[in-house]
Structures are given as structure tokens and as C-alpha cells.
């Protein structure tokens, strides 16, 4: 795609996306917090399943860059329309 074209999207597809995103990543959350609650990080380091953790530590910090991203964004276009 050329620089400075937009591309076309589906804000409908788009928003139903993020519905289905949001009820899953609170599903997740929910679920890490239930571990979190019951089990110290040095248990879950020692007993947890090396592969597993580090698969999980990888989506987490996939989300959270992903989620940085979309703040920056949503604050930059805040940030407009104060001016």
C-alpha cells in the first residue's frame, strides 16, 4: 500500500472484534488472577512448566505492546482535540 493511503475497514467487523477480544482477555485476566491470588511468582517459576510459562510471559508482553500502542494512539488523538 502507498504511503499516506488509508486503507478501508470494516468498523462494524471491527467493533464486533473487539467486543469477542474484550470478553476474552477479561476471560485471561481472570484466570491469571486466580493463580495469582493462590500461588507466590516463586512457586509458579518453580512448579510452573517452563515451556507454558514462557509462552504465556510472551503473549502478555505481545498484549501489553499492542495495548501501549493503541493508548499512545488514543492519547495523541485526545491530545488533538484539546488544541
Same mark, same amino acid.
Given at each position: 500500500?502507498?504511503?499516506? $493511503?488509508?486503507?478501508?475497514? /470494516? *468498523?462494524?467487523? %471491527?467493533?464486533? /472484534? +473487539?467486543? $469477542?477480544?474484550? *470478553?476474552? %482477555?477479561?476471560?485471561?485476566?481472570?484466570?491469571? /488472577?486466580? *493463580?495469582? %491470588?493462590?500461588?507466590?511468582? !516463586? =512457586? *509458579? &517459576?518453580? !512448579?510452573?512448566?517452563?515451556?507454558? +510459562?514462557?509462552?504465556?510471559?510472551?503473549?502478555?508482553? &505481545? +498484549? !501489553?505492546?499492542?495495548?501501549?500502542?493503541? =493508548? &499512545?494512539?488514543?492519547? !495523541?488523538?485526545?491530545? /488533538?482535540?484539546?488544541?
Amino acid at each position: 500500500m502507498a504511503p499516506g $493511503v488509508k486503507k478501508q475497514i /470494516d *468498523v462494524t467487523r %471491527l467493533k464486533a /472484534d +473487539l467486543a $469477542v477480544a474484550g *470478553v476474552e %482477555l477479561l476471560s485471561a485476566q481472570c484466570a491469571a /488472577d486466580r *493463580v495469582r %491470588l493462590q500461588y507466590s511468582p !516463586h =512457586d *509458579v &517459576a518453580t !512448579h510452573g512448566e517452563a515451556v507454558m +510459562l514462557k509462552r504465556a510471559i510472551a503473549s502478555a508482553k &505481545a +498484549l !501489553h505492546q499492542f495495548f501501549s500502542q493503541i =493508548d &499512545a494512539q488514543l492519547k !495523541h488523538q485526545e491530545a /488533538d482535540g484539546n488544541r
